[in-house]
């Protein structure tokens, strides 16, 4: 039916792994992060195991539904809200999850027209284009890529250190932020 | 013997010098007279198809608000207009770029989207906390429309069979910003074998011809033939059948197709309402300020009065793709 892959509920390593690395980038644990998005009291969160292991997260609603849809050992092809993957121990964020994050989070860098246009075709950002950041930003964090309205376009990580000084952007690298995930993908990938 | 009067077809001289005239297969145009009564209407019908329809899309409010939306297209030189009867919905009128590629409709603040195919979740009217399940979900116009009108607050089950359709309405389901929706790739018809759920309210836009597309597709005009209805129709029977099933006592269920086809609407749910022996079910008004009468009668069938309360979109009346809709209340 649904799928041969298969739907379970997060383990606690796995659990651990999310929020070391929102923590780290992000400031903010996964549960903060998505209670009001999902207008829930908890969070609950699913493992779709397969090539990669993807996250989707519900609330207590969602929760009671899934939960009999898995006793008849039948599995959903996707549930919820897509938090991301993880793959080899390691938590890749998804778009979806990137958009929840903007008024939660201050790791992002702001860019100008010509550095969302850019973005949003795959491609990194060059310091140049860097208007604005929300705080400073180390080297490897990873941070939201924001234009200059505030509006979401993905996911980057920073190549260098950012930093501002009297209004001016400082960076020792020409290409800063790397691209990760952009909006673009649903054009290119989305189907 | 009612099916044999509904789709037996006796195709008149005149219904096939109009046919040829507009590349339609003849038994089409009978059974155009058979719905508008009337050589002069279905002329006015046949030209309204040759007409492009104009693109619409939905504002997303799960993503933006509207007035927003609006400064942010007319920025861009988009040229928008509010689509009076539906409250979300706005009429392309020109675009110097594509509608699917604006960095807008990548951040979700819109989908391109037919208004007709706007009203099913307007007429369904999802609440928060409710269970929904949307039969037939792919491309997830619907799914997401209904996510949007309860503001993520209800659990939506979204059934797709396809699996190339089901990876679009999961892209739509994630652009959107859609948190509520489960997706269950499976036929819908099993629904009821293998689970206990029961919802609130149901979405069935049935799988169907497309007869109301024909602006959009002219091949359609000669794709389908009687027989293909007749498919159809059993499968649209089986799945309002399923969906009554499953569905709680007071329970709603909005049907709809792209077909104004009377095969594939009025008669489902005759049909469907003739058998069921277990419970009463109501046809309710639809008040959206727009759109045609049902049909009480078809070709010597009588529906009944309370198919009125069904609505039908036409292209040359209405701007639409062609379009049925009715609301049922299980009791």
């Known amino acids: ?191 | 013997m009612i099916e044999n009067k509904i789709f037996h077809i006796e195709i008149s001289n005149k219904a096939k010098d109009i046919a040829k005239r507009y590349g339609y297969l003849p038994y089409m145009v009978q059974r155009y007279y058979e719905i508008f009564g009337d050589w002069h209407e279905v002329t006015l019908f046949l030209k309204g198809n040759e007409k492009p329809l104009l693109k619409s899309i939905r504002c997303n409010t799960l993503r933006t608000n509207c007035r927003e939306l609006e400064i942010k297209l007319k920025e861009k030189n988009i040229t928008i207009e509010k689509i009076p009867w539906l409250p979300h919905g706005y009429w392309i009128l020109s675009s110097p770029i594509p509608i699917g590629a604006t960095h807008e409709y990548l951040r979700g603040y819109y989908h391109i989207q037919g208004p007709a195919s706007m009203l099913p979740p307007l007429i369904l009217d999802p609440r928060p906390n409710e269970l929904i399940l949307d039969m037939a979900a792919a491309p997830g116009g619907k799914t997401t429309y209904i996510a949007q009108l309860a503001e993520n607050r209800n659990v939506i089950v979204a059934i797709e069979k396809n699996r190339k359709r089901i990876k679009s309405l999961l892209s739509n389901i994630n652009r959107l910003g859609v948190t509520n929706t489960i997706i269950l790739r499976m036929d819908a018809v099993k629904i009821s074998e293998i689970f206990d759920l029961r919802f609130d309210k149901i979405l069935l836009d049935a799988p169907c011809t497309g007869e109301g597309l024909i602006p959009l597709i002219p091949e359609r005009k000669t794709s389908r033939t009687i027989e293909d209805i007749k498919k159809l129709t059993k499968i649209q029977i089986s799945l309002l059948k399923t969906a009554l099933k499953v569905l709680k006592r007071n329970g709603i269920i909005v049907y709809s197709t792209c077909s104004i086809a009377p095969e594939e609407n009025e008669y489902v749910i005759f049909n469907v309402i003739k058998d069921n022996r277990e419970f009463e079910l109501e046809l309710l008004s639809i008040d959206i300020g727009i759109g045609a009468n049902g049909l009480e009668e078809y070709k010597g069938v009588y529906f009944g009065k309370e198919f009125r309360k069904c609505k039908r979109l036409y292209p040359y009346v209405h701007g639409t793709e062609g379009f049925f809709i009715a609301k049922l209340r299980k009791k």
């Open chain 1, 1 to 191: 039916m649904t799928s041969k892959l298969k739907v379970r509920n997060i383990s606690r390593t796995e659990l651990s792994i999310i929020n070391n690395f929102l923590i780290k980038n992000w400031n903010i644990t996964l549960k903060n992060l998505l209670v009001e998005q999902l207008h829930s009291k908890n969070v609950y969160a699913y493992i779709y195991e397969g090539y990669f292991n993807e996250i989707y997260a519900i609330n207590e609603d969602a929760k009671e539904i899934i939960d009999e849809i898995l006793e008849k050992k039948k599995h959903p092809y996707a549930l919820g809200f897509h938090v991301g993957r993880i793959r080899k121990n390691k938590f890749i964020p998804s778009l979806e999850l990137g958009y929840a994050a903007v008024t939660k989070t201050n790791a992002y860098v702001i860019v100008n027209d010509k550095g969302e246009k850019n973005f949003l075709y795959g491609k990194d950002i060059f310091t140049e284009s860097v208007i604005d950041i929300g705080t400073n930003i180390r080297e490897k964090q990873i941070v939201l890529v924001l234009n200059d309205r505030h509006e979401y376009t993905g996911i980057g990580r920073a190549l260098g250190a950012i930093t501002k000084r009297r209004d001016k952007i400082l960076a020792r690298r020409k290409v800063i932020i790397k691209n990760i995930i952009d909006l673009g993908w649903y054009l290119r990938r989305g189907g």
